[in-house]
């Protein structure tokens, strides 16, 4: 049995009832109950996860990482946000598996890339297609790793045909804590939030 995407049926954006102008692609959210994943929506998990204190602030807003879904999606409305993810299922995983529950359990991408080699994916350039005032697509993570860097791929050769701006963000899940310069006395949400500063376009 595969592990589907916990927001599958969000990713397409389908359920969307604005006309979104940025698009913020992640990786994956695995949906198996057993991995108790607490997450209620995108970036969910907020005790290692900025996301939703970084993405507001670049609007000018308070941080929502202590708010709720509603908050969060009110937010993405306003400010024409879609969200995605990168990987819709991991098709080899098997529920049954104690190593693929750990595997998945850690929230790790290189986990993923390195125990897992059958996924179905998120065509994005189609989303893209369907969704023409979208001009700008952000991936939070590096694509510094083969695996990721072919699924970025297509997304770019589209957005370069189409004149969609495409950016890397740092993750803003804890593991950024590493990129931190030593002896640099930041928060770390303070760090990321600089970081995406300096490449975000609004």
Known sequence: MPCIHKFKASLNLERLDFKPDVLITGTFNPGWDHLENYATWFYGRTRNNYFWDVLPRLYGK???RQARPAEWKAFCRANRIALTDLIASIDDADPDHPD???YLKTYRDDLITRHF???TLVD???LLAGNPTISKVYLTRSTNAPFWRQLWQPVEEYAQLHSIKTQNLMTPSS???FQVPKGKNISLGDFIFEQWLNTWAI
């Open 175 to 177: 593991g950024a804590r």
């Open 124 to 126: 994005i350039p189609k």
């Open 100 to 102: 693929h529950a750990g």
């Open 62 to 64: 308070n941080p929502l």
């Open 117 to 119: 080699r059958q996924f």
